[in-house]
Nanobody, 122 residues
């Protein structure tokens, strides 16, 4: 089991920045591909981005590419999401997730955090 806990959400104005963290405990964090997802009210949970086990490879959805950056520190068992140039449509609950396969589908991830709310005001 891997326990994941997100932090860093909050309210920010459009154009601003916010950083999220995801602290992992339990099984070895560095064994897993890590991803960020988000879910807006009334919408399905969607892929934001993912990072490889050693952090050398990242992928992003088209909607956040160039604005968001995923990183990880395996020594600290922590995943990060730096969000810049935020837009009102980025408002959602953000989840971190860990899996063996990775990719853009929620079903590819085994472990999930409880989520943290990000609200971007216009």
């Amino acid at each position: 089991q891997v326990q994941l806990a997100e932090s860093g959400g909050g309210l920010v104005q459009a154009g601003g920045s916010l950083g999220l963290s995801c602290a992992a405990s339990g099984r070895t964090f560095s064994n897993y591909i890590m991803g960020w997802f988000r879910q807006a009210p009334g919408k399905e949970r969607e892929f934001v981005g993912a990072i490889s086990i050693r952090g050398g490879s990242t992928s992003y959805s088209d909607s956040v590419r160039g604005r968001f950056t995923i990183s990880r520190d395996n020594a600290k068992n922590t995943l990060y999401l730096q969000m810049n140039s935020l837009k009102p449509e980025d408002t959602a609950v953000y989840y971190c997730a860990g899996g063996i396969v990775g990719g853009t589908a929620t079903g590819a991830y085994i472990y999930w955090g409880q989520g943290t709310q990000v609200t971007v005001s216009s």
